[in-house]
């Protein structure tokens, strides 16, 4: 009987404490197309990231979305006027430096309020931290790196491809989201990540990823191949391509 009792009584617990621990927001999210092909002809693109939240319970729902990528190493250096020449003086590597990166969501991020959020998964050029790989894993990050990280960040600014502007995220009906990012015609090519975040009143409530390329095509991409896996054979090739266009502009010219 107190056995029987002890059951009934653990299945009356487990069926209340189910629904509370099932609550939870659901996150889908995808990319309008997964490759950005660059040709001849190629001026820039955009690319749209839409999805769908299922609410579950009450809260201010807001989504984040980080695009990114490919992940670069750099030697930054700072010039230093000596004698009245600029010359090249201190320098900094770091690594893990995203060469595109942007940002979109719902409202301004400072009014989110996820701020360990932001930081632990780097969301926001403000959280953005490349990694110092003077410094050994673990340490605490070296103050006299700062300026070298922000001249990251400015470098990147004045190319287009970090966009200090938030995108926004619009909401179609209560539950289907979309946002637009534009490419500029410099974007290198690599693999970019699109992740997508669900905040509720400021808590992460749910994560999505999406994996995105950036390639040449056709002719291009033969060119860059080449120059990419056989660097002196194309550097002859382009010498010797110079060389007969010389020679022939300057045949016909001697024949005008």
Known sequence: MRRALALCLFLLLAGVARPHAARADSLSADLSHRLIA??????????????AVVPDGPGRRDVV???????????VRRKERVFGI??????????GVPAYYA???TRPLEDIGAESHFA??????DALRPIDYALPEGAPPDPAATPFRDAIR???ERNGLYNPIRVPVTFIGPNLFRAEFQFPSNVP???YKA???LFNDGELAGANASALFVDKTGLERWVFKAARNYPALYGIAAVAIAVAFGWGAAVVFRRA
């Open 38 to 51: 660059i040709t001849s002809s190629f001026t820039g693109s955009s690319i749209l990231v839409f999805g």
């Open 65 to 75: 979305i980080v695009l990114r990528g490919p992940d670069q190493s750099l030697r």
């Open 86 to 95: 600029w010359v090249n003086a201190a320098a900094h590597p770091f690594i």
């Open 103 to 105: 940002v979109a969501a």
């Open 120 to 125: 632990r998964h780097q969301i926001g050029l």
């Open 154 to 156: 400015r470098l990147k």
């Open 189 to 191: 090519v690599g693999s």
């Open 195 to 197: 992740e997508i975040y």
